[in-house]
């Protein structure tokens, strides 16, 4: 927390410097030797959620590149799954308004490079499938608490104490978990609404909408940890950079976009 204050504070006193300068400060932060530490000690790559940041940036100028380093976001964190819909929406958009395949194949071959290499360097070694099995499908539901110590709205709007199992009746026969799930997937109906209804897209409206996704994920579902919100704080602090008033100009009572 200490640590993010400080870089708010930097950003805060190079808002008029150019973006070079800015730059350079994000990416000292970015290789924080502090944060980069602690992924090694509790075995998390966190900081990998750049990742899903890349993905975006490039996703309209080089689908290619875009879909390659989405390739390694998915085989780093699978917590990149969130961010699909933001993908899939904009190429569907592009498919009904401009009837170009040419980039989505691009983002398709891309994405395929990486993960044929992973898939045969696990499978000559005949582990190809523990690897699925322990990435992808055991790391789910570990904790099936309703907060693994995030600030999100089971604790702190509705009160539930973190340890409740998500189990448990929240009301009728729907679960802690199912009625978690149902919200975010109205959420993130709600981003697919605002990206269909937006007349044009660029690259800013695509990472706001990535942005508001990460948060939703945080937010709305049980067995979430504090870490999950890394992808908010990276996607807001360079949507900021390329939208200096963004926050300035948001009308907080009708929409965060």
Avoid at 109 to 126: D, H, Y
């Amino acid at each position: 927390m200490i640590d993010f204050i400080v870089f708010i504070g930097v950003l805060f006193f190079l808002r008029k410097e150019n973006i070079k300068k800015r730059t350079i400060a994000l990416l000292l932060f970015a290789f924080n030797p502090a944060i980069i530490l602690d992924g090694p000690i509790w075995g998390q790559v966190d900081l990998l959620y750049s990742f899903m940041l890349l993905t975006i940036l490039f996703l309209i100028s080089n689908p290619f590149l875009a879909g390659t380093i989405f390739s390694l976001a998915m085989l780093a964190k699978f917590q990149s799954i969130v961010i699909p819909p933001i993908v899939g929406i904009y190429f569907l958009l592009q498919i009904f308004r401009l009837k170009v395949l040419k980039s989505i194949m691009y983002f398709i071959f891309g994405f395929i490079i990486p993960w044929e290499l992973i898939a045969c360097f696990f499978s000559l070694k005949g582990s190809f499938l523990n690897v699925l099995k322990q990435a992808y499908l055991s790391a789910v539901g570990l904790w099936p608490e309703v907060s693994s110590n995030a600030a999100n709205i089971w604790f702190y709007l509705l009160g539930i104490s973190p340890t409740t199992k998500d189990s448990q009746i929240f009301f009728g026969e729907i679960t802690f978990k199912q009625i978690g799930l149902l919200l975010f997937d109205l959420a993130v109906l709600y981003v697919v609404v605002y990206l269909c209804v937006s007349k044009s897209l660029d690259t800013i409206k695509l990472l706001k909408a990535a942005a508001a996704i990460c948060f939703f994920f945080f937010m709305l579902p049980t067995q979430m940890h504090e870490r999950y919100s890394f992808p908010v704080a990276v996607f807001l602090i360079i949507i900021n950079l390329y939208d200096t008033k963004w926050l300035k100009n948001i009308n907080w009572n009708n929409s965060i976009f």
